[in-house]
C-alpha cells in the first residue's frame, strides 16, 4: 500500500500505528472543550487516506434493490436540506489497552480518547433515500431491500485490498429521526482528508465502524452487508469463546455502542499531594439514550458524590429532548478531597429513552489509583 501522500496531522497526537494511522490525542487534552477539534479528533484509517481532487466529478452511485440506480454529484447533496448534528463519535476499540489487563485482547491499543464530538453537517441519508424513491420511514419488512450499505473507495488488506464497507438497517437508514447523514463538514469546516473529504456516513450512537468516510456508493441490500467489519470483526463473544473456537455467524454485528465513562484529568496511577483533586472527563451512550448522571468515588466504589455536568457548553444539562444533544457525550467534573492513597471510580448512568426517563441503569465504571506523595 502506498502511504507516500498522507495528509499533515497534529503533532500532539499519541500514534498507534503509523500505517494505516490510527492515533489519539492525550485523555488531558480530550475533555478540554465540548466540541473536539478537528486536530485533536482521533483518526482511524484502515488504509492509506485516498485522494479525491476532482470535486466536479465526483459521485456516488445509488444502486442495489432499487427501480432507478442514480450517481448523485457533490451539487445534487449540497441542494438537499442542510443538518447540523452534534454527535460523539467513537471506535468499538476505545479503552481496549484497559480490556487487555483483564484479559488480552487483539487490535489497536486505544487509550481512553479513542472519541470526540463534533458537529457534522451534510444532509439526512432519509432524504437522499427519497431521492431514489425510498419513502421515509420505510421499515425494514416493507420492501425487498431491508439493509443500506455504504462503500468506500479507500482499500484495506482486512478486505483483502478491497473498499471499506458497512451497513445499516433500512429503517435506521430512512427515519430522519435517527440524524444519519451524509456529511460534507466537521465543526463548519469542510471535512479535511482524515476524517472522510469529501463525503462520509455519520450514524449517531453507533460505533464508529458504521460511520463510513469517503463514501463511493450507497447499495440497497436484501441482507447485511458481508464485508470483514460487518462479519469478522466488531462482535461480542463470552469468555468462553476463544480464537481458536470462535463462530463468528453466531453473533450480530455491533451496532449502538454502550454507555461509557472515563476520567480524563488523571492518568491510571497518578501521585498526588493531600487535598484538592479536580476529577474530570466525559460520559457517552449509544441509541440516544442520554446521560441521567455521572458518580464519582473517592473510596473504590463505596460512596458516591454527584458530578456537575455539562453538555451544551456553559449551560448545566437540561434534561429533556430539545435542550440536550441526545447523540452528544457530557462533561462531567467534580472536585474531590483526598486525604489517602485510594482508588477514583466514575459511574455514568444512562437514560432507557427519553420517554421512559425515570428508569435508568448503571454501567461501566473506570478506576484510577491515587498513591500519596
Ligand atoms: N471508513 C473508511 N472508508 N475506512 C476506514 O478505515 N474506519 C472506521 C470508520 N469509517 C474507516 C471508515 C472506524 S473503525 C472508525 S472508528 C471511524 O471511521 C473513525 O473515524 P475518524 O477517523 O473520522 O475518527
Ligand atoms: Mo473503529
Not at 450480530?252 to 479536580?278: H, N, W, Y
Request: glycine residues 8%.
Amino acid at each position: 500500500s502506498d502511504y507516500s501522500q498522507e495528509p499533515p496531522r497534529h503533532p500532539s497526537l499519541k500514534i498507534n500505528s503509523k500505517e494505516p494511522f490510527n492515533a489519539e490525542p492525550r485523555r488531558s487534552a480530550l475533555t478540554q472543550s465540548y466540541i473536539t477539534p478537528v486536530d485533536f479528533f482521533y483518526k482511524r484509517n484502515h488504509g492509506p487516506v485516498p485522494i479525491v481532487d476532482d470535486l466536479e466529478r465526483y459521485c456516488v452511485d445509488i444502486c442495489g434493490l432499487i427501480e432507478n440506480p442514480k450517481k448523485l454529484y457533490m451539487r445534487d447533496i449540497w441542494m438537499l436540506a442542510k443538518y447540523s448534528v452534534t454527535a460523539t463519535l467513537q471506535c468499538a476499540g476505545n479503552r481496549r489497552t484497559a480490556m487487555s489487563k483483564t484479559r488480552k485482547v487483539r487490535g489497536v491499543g486505544w487509550d481512553v480518547a479513542a472519541l470526540g464530538n463534533a458537529v457534522w453537517t451534510g444532509a439526512k441519508l432519509a432524504d437522499v433515500l427519497e431521492l431514489v424513491g425510498i419513502p421515509k420511514l420505510t421499515s425494514t419488512t416493507q420492501m425487498g431491500g431491508k439493509h443500506v450499505e455504504f462503500v468506500s473507495i479507500d482499500k484495506c488488506k482486512e478486505e483483502k485490498g478491497g473498499p471499506y464497507k458497512a451497513s445499516i438497517p433500512l429503517g435506521q437508514a430512512t427515519n430522519p429521526e435517527a440524524d444519519v447523514l451524509l456529511a460534507y463538514e466537521m465543526n463548519g469546516e469542510p471535512l479535511n482528508r482524515d476524517h472522510g473529504y469529501p463525503l462520509r456516513v455519520v450514524v449517531p450512537g453507533v460505533i464508529g465502524a458504521r460511520s463510513v468516510k469517503w463514501l463511493d456508493s450507497i447499495n440497497i441490500l436484501a441482507e447485511e452487508c458481508q464485508g470483514f467489519f460487518m462479519q469478522r470483526d466488531y462482535k461480542m463473544f463470552p469468555p468462553s469463546v476463544d480464537w481458536d473456537n470462535i463462530n463468528w455467524s453466531t453473533r450480530r454485528p455491533q451496532m449502538d455502542f454502550p454507555v461509557q465513562s472515563a476520567i480524563c484529568s488523571l492518568e491510571d496511577v497518578q501521585a498526588t499531594k493531600p487535598g484538592k483533586v479536580k476529577v474530570r472527563g466525559y460520559a457517552v451512550s449509544g441509541g440516544g439514550r442520554g446521560i441521567e448522571r455521572v458518580d464519582v468515588s473517592v473510596d473504590g466504589g463505596k460512596t458516591w458524590v454527584e458530578a456537575s455536568r455539562f453538555q451544551k457548553p456553559g449551560i448545566p444539562y437540561v434534561v429533556d429532548d430539545i435542550h440536550s444533544d441526545k447523540w452528544a457525550w457530557v462533561l462531567f467534573e467534580v472536585i474531590v478531597d483526598i486525604i489517602n492513597s485510594t482508588e477514583i471510580v466514575a459511574k455514568a448512568v444512562y437514560c432507557l429513552s427519553f420517554q421512559l426517563r425515570k428508569k435508568w441503569k448503571l454501567l461501566i465504571t473506570i478506576q484510577v489509583h491515587i498513591f500519596l506523595t
